[in-house]
Structures are given as C-alpha cells and as structure tokens.
C-alpha cells in the first residue's frame, strides 16, 4: 500500500512549474493589456495544476498497467513498482481531471463558452497522452503536445479569459514558456532513451537518438531567450528575464556532458527552475511595462 509520501513523489511535483510558470506568464501578459483579474488567474491555476497532476497519474496508470515501468529510473512510479493498485491510480488520475474539467467550466461561462472546447481538447491531450489504444507519447509527439498544451494554450488561455484578447507578446510568452516545457520533456525522454527502446516506447527520444536529442534540448533552452528580445520591443524591462540564462545553462550541463540515467535527473530539475524563473521575471516586466 503506497504511502503518502510516496502518492505525493507519484504526482511528481518536480514537474509543477509547468503547470505554474504559464499562468504567471499568461497573467504578465494581460497585465501589460491592463486586464488582468486576480481571481481568473487563481482559477486558471488550478486548471492547470490540476491538469498537471491528472497527467502524471494518468501516465503513471497506462505506463504501468502496460509494463513499461517496470524498468525504469527517476520518480516513484505506483503501477509500475506495484506500491498502489492501477484502479486507485487511475481514480485519482480521473479526480484530478475532474477538478481541472469544473474549474475551466467556471471560467469558460464566464469567458467564452467556446473555451469548452479547448478544455476538452486539454483532457484528451491528458488522457490520451499514454493512455488509449494508440497513445501519442508513444509515437514521438509528447513534446509537441506539451507545447501546445502548456504553452500556447495555457499561457494564451490565461491571458484571455482576464482580457478577453490575446496579443502578440502573449503569444511570445506562450512560444518561451512551450519551448521550456519541452525542453523538461526532452530530458526526461533523453534519460528513457534504452528503457523506452526495450519497451517498445518510441517517443521523440527515441526517433531522434542520443546525439540529435541532446542538440534539441540545448535549441529549447535557448529559444525563449530570443523571445526575450522580441519582448523587448514591447516594455525594455523584459531583459531582465536574461537572469534566467545562468540556470538554463546549469540545465543543459549534463545534456551536453554527455550524462545518461539518473545523471540526467538535475536536467529536469533546472529545465523546470528556468522555466519558472523566465515565467515569473518576465510577467513582473510585463506588467510593469
């Protein structure tokens, strides 16, 4: 039976400023629209937190009841280390779901109810992600996915149900923040490389190897920062995200050192660091421009 400690590493909250970061920077984004609205922002928030954690589970439920956690390193995997029963995984995958699903209810109607189509777009993207008959994260798409999900959409989609518009350094925000978490993803599958190959798992890891994997990570890493210079011309302030720089390096340290297994554990760490650094700076510049 799986403790709580352990429920709590199988929601891998290491993968948090993921859900974080986009609201931040959606809400930079419609405060410098001079609309932001605090209480959107919250509820944006749990839609994505719960979004998140929804994902993780589920991921956790497919990937073990498959078989293709049993060999693995990194977090807790409940399914897969037999520490939790799939069913009880897959119900707090379904809860998590449940929570992000009436929160963005609440918002679409009070928005824009064509929102609904977006959030129901996002649960299937949580769902089918490992799940289904034909998961996309095992054909190579998980890293798009995650673009489009906590990227355009979330930083987008937080920024327009505060201003009812979005603007083109939303979207630069929404193109930075994409790339980041990406870039999170691309590691965790850069360190999966020989286990996903033996489970037959073939994510974009796979598909590109080793060597053209670890030169993708370093392009994610550095994209948001021409970003940056794009969202200079919109308030001088956004340089200061450039404080980001130190800890997006320290993330591809171990990518580009040639690092493999559970060397490659600290690149996730500071993939998700910068992200929410970038996120943060760059949606007080924002506002404050």
Known sequence: MATAAQWLEGARPRTLPNAIAPVLAGTGAAAALDAAVWWKALLALVVSLALIVGVNYAN??????????????????????RLAEPKAVRNAAVASLLVAAVAGLALALLTAWWLLLFGAACLAGAWFYTGGRNPYGYSGFGEIAVFVFFGLFAVLGTQ???????????????????????????????????TDTESGKTTLAVRLGDPRTRTLHAVLLALPFAMTLVLALRTPFALLALVAVPLALRANAPVRGGRGGPELIPALRDSGLALLAWSAVTAAALALG
């Open 60 to 81: 956790d439920y497919s990937d073990g009841i498959r078989g293709t956690d049993d060999v693995r390193v990194g977090p807790v995997r409940l399914v897969g280390q």
């Open 160 to 194: 327009y149900v505060q201003a009812e518009r979005v603007d083109w350094a939303g979207l630069a925000a929404a193109v930075a923040v994409g790339a980041f978490s990406s870039a999170v993803l691309v590691a965790n599958n850069l360190r999966d490389i020989p």
